[in-house]
């Protein structure tokens, strides 16, 4: 076989046109190439530099522009008036920055520092509060899952008939419940206020039996929280539900008549006698209003009425009572510490100072009983003026305290507590003290809950009026100052004994979202 020439391999790999392939035709095509890119390049060149700077104004003007929005973080201190005036909503409540060893006496040198301060110009503007919703302040998850029996602790007011069922209510307790709300938006005065005497209501006018006279309580900024109470409890609000407009009016009429101090949101009368109770009674109200519609004008008079309660918390012994920083009862505490658990709910702020203060109250009202049982003023169940308190009701303020500042369901003192309540059992004709032990024993649950349970919401069913001018209604108790409370007071009482299956849901169930105070 011969070699087989370069040329000849070319010729093959080429198509028809090229089969004449003469090696000299190639060296002279090639010369003529090199010759003719040697002339062309000026061209080329242009073209390539005027294909370049095309693309370069393409991408210039396609190109997305880039804008730094970071805030500007080097801004003086001192070009701020005041920075505890700026509002600064977090999606979980932020906790103060104190000292967490710090013991509970220095209170009353810097509690004030605890609570932001608020700039007092002029009274909010609160038309929106009861006619729109507004901006929302925290997450979503502040109502998670309305109606479900995994949410928040206020998820089961709109969820009513799956917290009934699971809870131990009937049809007959519901049906109590609405004759409740009824009676009680049927004694609305025409300014939106209730009285906790039915002889101003032009509807009433004493037809309602055992009324109080005027003189026994003129509160009637806290007969309408005690009013709408109720109301809320059975998931009404100034925005939905059955009875919007009478929550409204009721909404409004405490918003008009709020004061505003350096010291914070006053919400009870200057001339009320136990202003601390009235004040706690309506902060919950007011609190729970905004949690369960996200009203930013409501949230905003709740932050007020939050830091009057730290402001008046008695700086030695952690409690409240009637006049702000007077040394405290269980029962004071019993309302401003829910109003500041209400809070908490509603994602504001509560200083962990003030938490610490409600946890050394307790421990030093408790009894002989190592925690189990809580007395008035101290470990018994007597006043500064020698008058004897229900121990029961008490142990029951004190027991839910503790279980809302952390106490787990297996604590040997709440479990000997709940004895004792199980033990003295449901007392009809002592609301107040139910309002608060039927609150415990719904969140201890299992078989105390349910013979307690049982008991008093038959009871109570049997004991509501059925007909003629107070149906619905129920009648005055003796209890803790039940009488200057009237019939307004032992209804209300009995009714959120009534919605106690959704009201609040229970701590210790195993998808509850509600967290207990932070002590550190």
């Not at 109720?230 to 609000?237: D, K, Q, R, V």
Request: charged letters at 20%; one cysteine or more.
């Amino acid at each position: 076989m011969s070699d087989t020439n370069p040329s000849e391999n070319r010729a093959a790999g080429d198509t028809a046109d090229n089969l004449d392939y003469d090696p000299a035709l190639e060296n002279i095509r090639s010369g003529v190439s090199v010759r003719q890119l040697v002339q062309d390049a000026p061209c080329i060149v242009f073209s390539v530099a005027l294909h370049a700077v095309l693309l370069l104004a393409l991408a210039v003007c396609y190109m997305p522009v880039i804008v730094d929005f970071r805030p500007d973080l080097t801004a003086n201190i001192e070009d701020i008036e005041d920075i505890e005036n700026i509002d600064i909503f977090e999606e979980e409540p932020v906790e103060m920055n104190l000292d967490e060893n710090a013991d509970i006496a220095p209170m009353a040198t810097s509690i004030e520092t605890a609570v932001t301060e608020i700039e007092v110009t002029e009274t909010p503007k609160l038309e929106a509060a009861t006619a729109d919703l507004g901006n929302i302040m925290a997450p979503d998850s502040l109502i998670s899952n309305v109606g479900a029996l995994n949410g928040d602790a206020l998820g089961g007011r709109k969820g009513k008939g799956a917290a009934v069922a699971q809870g131990g209510g009937s049809e007959a307790s519901e049906k109590s419940v609405a004759m409740g709300l009824a009676w009680i938006a049927a004694h609305q005065l025409p300014n939106g206020a209730w009285s906790y005497t039915q002889l101003r209501n032009p509807d009433c006018r004493g037809k309602c039996k055992d009324t109080p006279l005027d003189s026994a309580n003129k509160s009637s900024v806290s007969a309408t929280a005690m009013a709408l109470l109720p109301m809320l409890g059975a998931g009404m609000t100034h925005k939905d539900g059955k009875y919007s407009k009478t929550v409204k009016g009721g909404l409004d009429y405490i918003t008009a008549n709020l004061q505003l101090k350096p010291e914070g949101i006053v919400l009870a009368e200057e001339d009320s006698t136990p202003i601390m109770y009235h004040h706690g009674l309506t902060a919950i109200v007011i609190c729970e209003a905004a949690a369960m519609t996200r009203d930013k004008n409501l949230a905003k008079i709740a932050e007020g009425a939050v830091k009057y309660i730290c402001w008046a918390q008695d700086p030695v012994g952690g409690g409240w009572r009637y006049s702000p920083k007077q040394q405290g009862d269980t029962s004071g505490m019993g309302w401003n510490f829910m109003a500041l658990k209400s809070a908490q709910m509603a994602y504001i702020s509560v200083p962990i100072r003030t938490v610490k203060g409600c946890k050394h109250f307790l421990d030093n009202v408790v009894g002989a009983e190592g925690g189990a049982k809580y007395g008035y003023m101290n470990g018994n169940a007597s006043d500064d003026h020698g008058i004897k308190r229900d121990i029961r009701a008490t142990t029951s303020i004190g027991l839910l305290g503790q279980m809302y500042m952390g106490w787990k369901p297996d604590n040997p003192a709440l479990v000997k507590g709940t004895n004792y309540i199980s033990g003295w059992g449901p007392d009809t004709g002592n609301l107040y003290y139910g309002y608060y032990a039927t609150q415990v024993m719904h969140h201890i649950g299992g078989e105390k809950w349910d013979k307690w349970n049982k008991k008093i919401r038959d009871d109570l069913v049997k004991r509501q009026v059925l007909d003629g001018h107070e149906k619905g209604s129920f009648p005055v108790e003796e209890g803790h100052n039940l009488k200057s409370g009237g019939r307004l007071t032992c209804t209300a009482l009995a009714t959120m004994i009534l919605e106690v299956y959704y009201r609040h849901l229970p701590l210790y169930r195993k998808t509850t979202t509600i967290d207990a105070f932070p002590l550190e």
